[in-house]
């Protein structure tokens, strides 16, 4: 074929690639499963600055919780700064899946004497999780987060 014969061929060709892959970009859009990260959004960013409040008196504590988790027991310890009167702490600690909201767990802050709680995870799914920490100590609130890889 002569070449000055075949360049509408080849524009033809461009352009019905190009709506094969417009075509497909649209199809894989409106498939995909798109979540909020919480689904009252615009609620907690009034909430924001009740939040860094309480960070804030987080980060002023000398010693800071903690979450180890032990592997051969599949369990979580949280270990609370001993500043506090353990029977004094309340609160809940949240297991947020970034991936997916739907396994999102809460969990009773219930600190022993010795300022730990044991948490199992028989029912948590392995993988990386945000655990964060609210509590109230002493008329004051206080928020931490970790990641976990359980």
Known sequence: MDK???WPYSITIFYVLFMIAMLSF???SF???IQMV???????TLEYEDQI???RNTNALKIKPVFNFNKASNEIFLIMPAVFDSSS???????????DANLDQTIKLNINENHIQVIPVTGIV?????VQLHWTADG???????????
């Open 126 to 130: 392995k993988g990386k999780w945000d």
């Open 53 to 55: 409040n309480r960070i």
């Open 26 to 28: 649209l199809f894989f």
């Open 89 to 99: 702490i309340t609160g809940k600690i949240v297991f947020f899946r970034p991936s």
């Open 4 to 6: 000055n014969k075949s």
């Open 31 to 33: 498939n995909n499963n």
């Open 38 to 44: 919480t689904d009252n959004y615009y609620e907690k």
């Open 140 to 150: 004051t609130e206080y928020f931490y987060k970790q990641v976990l890889v359980l």
